[in-house]
């Protein structure tokens, strides 16, 4: 999509953007100009504000001291004598002037239970009221010298009130009562300033309580006692009552309406007095400033882009005339040639850069030509070379189609012949399988045979042996007794002979007991035959695995140490079994000298032929077996097994 400006002519793309720029200096410097009187004038708005709050609020705040002192002077008239009689302490209060002057909603006084045993004036229900619950009462029987309530409404004068109490105390100055006097919020001797002080037409004081998010006082006395905006809907609101920010700023109120204000705090009651003016009427003076500003700076703005318009044009004469001369010749209206240049400027610099390019322009027409007819003349030799090279290719592509195919014959019958391979492969390794599991059984029968048949017969020629030679007849010579012996002592050998190749044809407690103890067994009689310590290391003896594993992890074992006590010179080994549901891990491991397992052979002898056998039973019950030796770090043969 083309882009508008670049569509324009350059002598208003020229003044388009000066004149951008013009303007955007100018009203910019006005922006600025604006920012700086406004925080100007905002500066000493606020300084007004602090100043007339500081008068306002050291006013609350004497008028509140006045009122804390007053109320300690008469406290610490009330002696425990006069404590002891309440008609001289209602007389004390009667000659007081407190409540004629700064207390007119009057004076109570109140024993430790809260009871009020006198007041000035006297009201009707006052005397012999309670005040055990109310929290200012709570806090002056805590021990406290001062305490101020929140604002509330009277409950006798029924007029919003803020009530003042300090304590009165006995001989031993321990807290025996309470001495209160109460102001009402719309006091003018207490708040009087806020209506003196005007601030503008939309000005205004309020007295806040933080603890209790109520208005005190304000300069729109129906506001006192309603309750500050909800927490959150004014951030600098809370800042003031939570944080007891006392700087100018401008915020948002809860109406909608833009406010510069500042805080101040009451130190004796812990309020916060806060003067505000909508910002609308403290800048008023500057807006007008700003629209005068930005008008002088609109005008300026015409003015240079008219005296910028007029220049360009002028200046830009002679660049319009050479655009003309080139659109003609380039839509073949005048032949190409050189245009005159009227001034050494910048534009008679392109108009003669354009020359050169037009008289270079006309040799490279001519230097075309020229290449085109040599061009075309080679063009016949290359098309004569490639009804050769075609024909050659032809002729080439025809052989190589013809060998495709002969290859193609040969990787089909080579596929063949490996499919032949693999069944052959796959074909034996079953027959492998089913010769392994046939040998387990004809082993399983042999140990049978020889534990039931050899054994029991061989048992029962001992026994009459033994008894012939316990009751020989007595006409027997010694000689005879000598031969009974030693055959005696050769049948005994014979049987245990036949119970070790029962034994190692099919091992019986591998049937009843499972693997471990199995591997346990032949461990003690491998190490009492070669002195080589056997640990077996295994799982839960209850939890047994199927018949054909057991039987092929207990002859790898037996072909291990085998080979161990062959090779290795080793002085232990380690047999290790473990597994859960879904994996069974089973190792060998000894502490010979190891050898380098890549120089095993696998054509002859007796390691390798181990190594095959181990590999291949691993291998028929679903596992893998790896080998790990080294020189010096003997030997491992681990098999795992996923169920």
Known sequence: MPDPLRATSLKTRVLFLVSLLIVVAIWGLAAVVAKVLQSDLEKIVAQ??????????????????????????????ITPEIQADPAKVQRLLMQSDLAATLFPEGVTCSNRQGLIFADNPELPGRSGGSLADRQYFREIMAGAPLAISSPIVGRFVRQPVVILAVPVSDAQGVTSGMLVGASTLSDQDLFGQLEKTKIGRTGYFIVASPRDRLIVSATDRTRILTPMAVKGTNRLLDRRLEEGFEGEAIATTSSGVEVLSVGRAIKNTGWIAVIGIETQEAFAPIVTLKRQIYFGALLIS?????????????????????????????????????????????????????????????????????????????????????ETLEQGVIDRTNQLTLANQQLEQEIAERRTAESTALDFATRLQVMTRRHDGAQELEKRRLARELHDRVSSSLTAIGLSLGLIEKQPPRDIALTVKERLSGISALLKETMSHAREISHDLHPAVLGYAGVVAALEDYGRKFSAHTGIDVLVVGEDREIRL????????????????????????????????????????????????????????????????????????AEAIGGRLTLTAMPGTGTRISVEIYL
């Open 48 to 77: 007004h504000l602090s100043a007339t709050l500081d008068y306002v609020a050291d006013d609350i705040d004497q008028g509140m001291q006045n009122r804390i002192n007053a109320l300690n002077k008469l406290a610490a008239r």
């Open 302 to 386: 015409l003015l240079v882009a008219l005296v910028l318009r007029f220049v360009l044009k002028r200046q830009l004469l002679p660049l319009g005339v050479a655009a003309q001369a080139m659109r003609r010749m380039s839509e073949g209206e005048e032949p190409l040639a050189p245009i005159p240049v009227v001034r050494r400027d910048e534009i008679g610099q392109l108009v003669d850069s354009f020359n050169q390019l037009a008289l270079e322009h006309i040799r490279l027409i001519e230097d075309l030509h020229q290449e085109i007819a040599e061009r075309r003349h080679s063009e016949d030799e290359v098309r004569k070379l490639n």
């Open 546 to 617: 199927p018949p054909e594993m057991e039987i092929a992890l207990y002859r790898i074992a037996q072909e291990a140490l085998t080979n161990c006590a062959k090779h290795a010179g080793a002085t232990s080994i380690t047999i290790e079994l473990d597994g859960d549901s879904e994996r069974v891990a089973f190792a060998i491991s000894d502490d010979g000298k190891g050898f380098d397992a890549s120089r095993l052979s696998s054509n002859g002898n007796a390691q390798g032929l181990g190594l095959l056998s181990m590999r291949e039973r």
